[in-house]
Structure formats: structure tokens, C-alpha cells
């Protein structure tokens, strides 16, 4: 019985030693981007503490397909929230989210850009040509606000949000945000994650 014991303490201890090993690149990176990196001390966008995981809410793609969105995990999300009539801020939001990933140049491929729309079902299609690359889904308003909150004073259609390949929504760009400062954020992200972060969903 002495020796199962020590047996199943072994074993126990070699399966934490492994899930440390494989986690460390994500450890690692984490720490150097918001422990060491001097600049992540001038971060632009506001970091979310504590880190919220996506949620078990269930959306609807322009095929009218339901796609939960735990589901886009594996990826960097870039986010944007409005209503599917889509005015000029809405407009002008999708216009940078696609021209920030461009900026990205070879890391790119490690974003989608993600319009989470609200209000009516109808998908908008005078921006079908433009949502090509998009990963655009209808969500319920009311539940998307349980999990993505905007600064005091402003709505959730106001801002640009990012999500960690990890699901974990960490980052809130300002209202009427700088496009070059966004950039520097998202450049400085793809940096520090580079060593355990590759394109595509595993």
C-alpha cells in the first residue's frame, strides 16, 4: 500500500512537471509582455484584470449557421460590436480592424477580425464584399454585455476589444481610438507570443 502511494504521488508529481513544461512558452511570454517589457508599461489599450474567458453563447454566422463562441478560440481576436444596420462608426471600426491586421504584415494570419453584430438578424449585404475575410456573427446584445463591457460613460459599440488565443478577452482600446498607437499594441502582442503562438485553430 506504501509503495502505491508513492507510486501515485510519483506520478502525480511527473504530470504537473509536464503540463509546467507545457505551458511555460505561454507563461513566459505573458510575463515578459506585462512583467519585463518596459513598453508594455505604455500599453494604449486598457488591460482587462482579471481576464475574461469567452463565453457559452452561441452565434449566428451569414449562412445562418449557430457557431458558439468559445469555438474562435486558438486565434488573436480583434473585435468589433455593433448594430447590424451599421452606421459610420460601425463602418469606420471594420475599415480599421482590417487595415490594422493588414499592418501586421506576416503575423497577420495569427488575427481574425471579428464583427460581433447585434439588433437585427438581416445581415447587411452592401458590406458582403468588404466582410470577406471577417468572421462576422449575430449575438444577442443583453448576453454579449455580460462578458465585454465598455469604459464608464460609453457604449460597447465605442470601442475595439482583443481576445488572447488562449480565449481570454484582455485588452479594450479607447473610444475614437489612434490607429498608430493600436498598431504599436497589437505589434508588441504578436511579439510576445511569437514563441508559442502559430497561425491557425489546433
Not at 471594420?94 to 495569427?110: A, C, H, I, N, P
Request: charge should be positive; hydrophobic fraction near 45%; glycine fraction near 4%.
Amino acid at each position: 500500500m506504501v509503495r502505491d502511494a508513492a507510486a501515485t504521488r510519483a506520478g502525480r508529481i511527473k504530470m504537473l512537471l509536464l503540463l509546467l513544461v507545457a505551458a511555460s512558452p505561454v507563461i513566459a511570454s505573458y510575463f515578459t509582455y506585462y512583467v519585463i517589457r518596459p513598453e508594455a508599461r505604455r500599453n494604449y489599450g486598457e488591460l482587462i484584470e482579471p481576464q475574461r474567458p469567452l463565453p457559452d453563447l452561441v452565434g449566428v454566422d451569414p449562412q445562418g449557421r449557430a457557431v458558439p463562441l468559445p469555438a474562435l478560440k486558438g486565434q488573436w481576436l480583434f473585435i468589433s460590436v455593433a448594430d447590424s444596420a451599421c452606421d459610420a462608426q460601425c463602418e469606420r471600426h471594420l475599415y480599421l480592424q482590417r487595415q490594422l491586421r493588414e499592418s501586421l504584415g506576416k503575423d497577420k494570419d495569427r488575427m481574425d477580425w471579428v464583427w460581433l453584430r447585434t439588433g437585427s438578424r438581416d445581415f447587411p449585404e452592401r458590406l458582403r464584399p468588404a466582410l470577406a475575410a471577417a468572421t462576422v456573427l449575430w449575438v444577442e446584445e443583453a448576453e454579449l454585455a455580460r462578458w465585454l463591457q465598455p469604459a464608464s460613460g460609453q457604449r460597447l459599440a465605442d470601442h475595439l476589444y482583443v481576445v488572447d488565443p488562449l480565449g481570454h478577452w484582455m485588452m479594450r482600446f479607447p473610444a475614437e481610438a489612434d490607429p498608430s498607437r493600436m498598431r504599436r499594441d497589437l505589434e508588441r502582442l504578436m511579439r510576445a507570443s511569437s514563441a508559442w503562438d502559430r497561425p491557425g485553430r489546433p
